[in-house]
């Protein structure tokens, strides 16, 4: 029964309770803000707005991991070295540029929906990646290098099962840096046409319905704090096994 004293397992629980509870909540966030004719969000379900914010996040999640890693990978070879100050400046203007900026300059080309949201992560997402795979490679100590080259392996496999290896843990708190980062802003996405659960946000904003955004933005606080948490356990493990190995 260890499982039931397991944190993470309490705040998933919670956040599936708010989901299916916020359509039933009425009664409560209208004794909360009285003045407001509809105190709960109902356009979209919360369910189907989740379901979008974590697909949203995926995507671009998963394009920034290939871009920010193989761009690292790529640098840290004798062929690349010389482009690694341009490539960690160009990741790191895409960082400077405001999300809201991105989505203006994408939408007139890609129009609205889920396309610029997508540009506006990645972009957002490829510098802690990029910096934390640099970082992890940098790691690998040098004497592990040189007995894995003695054994006679090529630089492909130098990569794939020494270096890559050890950088796990490193790369792993970049990527969860990034995440995190994309769970918080593909909440504006909804600006331009996606659905995320930045939507009843958006509309409570320019509603004034100060119920909406406390709705909204309860659900995306804690699905960063359970993103986070997962990703703390899983870099609690890469460490565990490489103290096995």
Do not use: C
Request: hydrophobic residues 55%; positive net charge.
């Amino acid at each position: 029964m260890t499982y039931l004293r397991d944190p993470l397992l309490w705040l998933v629980a919670l956040f599936v309770a708010l989901l299916l509870w916020l359509p039933q909540s009425a009664g409560v966030f209208g004794a909360l803000f009285p003045q407001l004719p509809r105190p709960v969000y109902l356009q979209e379900s919360f369910l189907a707005l989740t379901a979008a914010h974590f697909s949203l996040v995926a995507v671009s999640s998963a394009i920034a991991i290939v871009i920010g890693v193989g761009v690292a990978v790529a640098v840290t070879r004798p062929a690349g070295r010389e482009f690694r100050p341009l490539a960690e400046t160009i990741a790191a203007v895409g960082q400077t540029f405001p999300p809201v900026a991105v989505l203006a300059i994408a939408v007139p080309v890609m129009g609205f929906g889920k396309e610029p949201a997508i540009i506006g992560l990645v972009l957002y997402g490829v510098l802690p990646i990029l910096q934390g795979t640099l970082a992890g490679i940098a790691a690998v100590p040098d004497g592990v290098q040189s007995v894995a080259q003695g054994m006679g392996m090529s630089g492909t496999q130098r990569l794939l099962k020494v270096e890559l290896p050890l950088a796990a843990p490193v790369i792993i708190a970049g990527v969860r840096t990034s995440v995190i980062i994309n769970i918080g802003t593909a909440t504006i996405a909804s600006t331009v046409g996606a659905s995320t659960l930045g939507t009843p946000i958006i509309i409570g904003l320019s509603g004034f319905n100060t119920a909406y955004v406390v709705q909204g933005a309860v659900l995306v606080a804690l699905a960063a704090i359970i993103v986070d948490r997962g990703f703390e356990r899983l870099a609690r493990l890469l460490n565990r096994h490489r103290h096995v190995q």
